[in-house]
């Protein structure tokens, strides 16, 4: 079984004077009067790396959504889980985030296709993977326009993607980041019970 690396820490709110040492009161003191212009909420995802190092890109990335464009809980919590689960796939796999590219987005998506969710225990359906294969991509793009990263090939145009291969001589292919979603069919209608059709019909003949 894998095991997680990534390690998510939820901001907890201050301690009050009475729940820390007394030596450490004065600063507890001062740090519950400094007013903040952009305070981070109770229970705001912090992300480590398996050493304890907070992952500030990651930090600053959902700090922009939740606080200054004030996007709703659930999809701070779904950007929240999709970058704890690709950034755990890539320590596990000794890969620095800056140096991914598109061969690992692939490998990521078709463990996806490959293995089931270990939450839900069943496969992942394709509308989750393409969110998650969107997500990664909506990151590095982010990452790359704020300057956390130079340049980043999962950042880059449509007609300028590159999909690598790593551990042999690069191979450039261009192509689209449609190389990464799965094709999604629209549900069909479902036939009309007959039964329910004549319940919907007036009880009454209608007037000539």
């Not at 704890?84 to 987005?105: K, N, P, R, V």
């Not at 992942?124 to 997500?135: F, S």
């Amino acid at each position: 079984m894998e095991r997680s690396m990534v390690t998510v820490v939820r901001k907890s709110a201050l301690p009050t004077l009475a729940e820390v040492p007394e030596r450490l009161r004065e600063a507890a003191q001062a740090a519950a009067s400094i007013s903040l212009r952009e305070p981070r909420v109770t229970g705001f995802p912090l992300f480590f790396t398996a050493s304890m190092e907070i992952m500030e890109a990651v930090v600053a990335f959902l700090h922009e959504h939740a606080v200054q464009r004030a996007h709703t809980a659930d999809t701070v919590r779904t950007y929240a889980e999709i970058l704890f689960d690709w950034f755990d796939t890539l320590e596990q796999s000794s890969i620095a985030w800056y140096d991914a590219d598109g061969a690992d987005l692939v490998a990521y998506r078709n463990r996806m296709l490959t293995q089931p969710s270990p939450h839900a225990g069943r496969p992942y359906a394709t509308a989750t993977i393409n969110q998650r294969v969107r997500g990664v991509l909506r990151f590095y793009e982010w990452a790359v326009r704020f300057s956390w990263l130079k340049s980043s090939s999962l950042a880059e145009l449509p007609e300028n993607f590159i999909v690598s291969r790593r551990g042999r001589r690069r191979h450039e292919e261009s192509t689209d980041r449609s190389v990464f979603l799965l094709r999604q069919f629209e549900s069909l209608p479902q036939p009309l019970n007959p039964t329910r059709l004549v319940s919907s019909l007036p009880s009454s003949p209608l007037a000539v």
